[in-house]
């Protein structure tokens, strides 16, 4: 399979310049002016090698069979162009970053949804600074005091309770 030639970038400059960050835009510019300049480079030749002109060649050198054999060994001269073994790992991992990005975005929204419900909650309950106590056990009974069902000791924290087991200690397996 031969090389296709280059007739312009696969790269699409203007939506790559919209997700650039500001403090990066002079390495972009950069990175830009070098593929600009090769692209040039490249077009700059023609698509095919000019041909040889075996005859003048043959006018020209006095050895004998010389310019026959290099013609023969030039015409038996192919160059293989290497096999693309890359592009059907990149296309799957493209796949699988794709489906995770899709899975995150899926798992974004049902976080967003979830904190929305939240937040309505919260701006449904009394201000705190005008709740009593009765008021916050109905707004939050996991975290209210409550001396019946779960007795706690001063200071009522977490941390000062006897069944408290830090998350950093070590487990005792």
């Not at 698509?47 to 010389?66: C, L, N, T």
């Not at 209210?144 to 941390?159: G, V």
Request: no cysteine; hydrophobic share 35%.
């Amino acid at each position: 399979m031969a090389a296709k030639r280059i007739a312009q970038s696969s790269i699409n400059w203007a939506a790559l310049s919209e997700r650039v960050p500001e403090h990066q835009r002079g390495t972009y510019l950069a990175f830009k002016a070098m593929s600009d300049n090769y692209l040039r480079r490249v077009l700059a030749n023609p698509e095919k090698p000019p041909a040889i002109d075996w005859s003048f060649y043959k006018q020209k050198v006095p050895v004998a069979g010389m310019v026959e054999e290099f013609q023969k060994q030039y015409s038996a001269l192919t160059i293989p162009y290497p096999p693309d073994t890359v592009k059907p790992q990149l296309d799957a991992q493209e796949q699988q970053v794709k489906s995770d990005i899709e899975k995150f975005k899926a798992e974004s929204n049902a976080r967003i949804s979830e904190y929305k419900k939240q937040l309505a909650h919260l701006e449904s309950l009394i201000p705190f600074d005008q709740m009593t106590m009765e008021d916050y056990r109905d707004a939050f009974p996991e975290d209210a005091l409550d001396p019946i069902n779960r007795p706690t000791f001063w200071p009522h924290n977490k941390e000062e309770q006897l069944d408290y087991v830090a998350k950093d200690a070590p487990s005792s397996h």
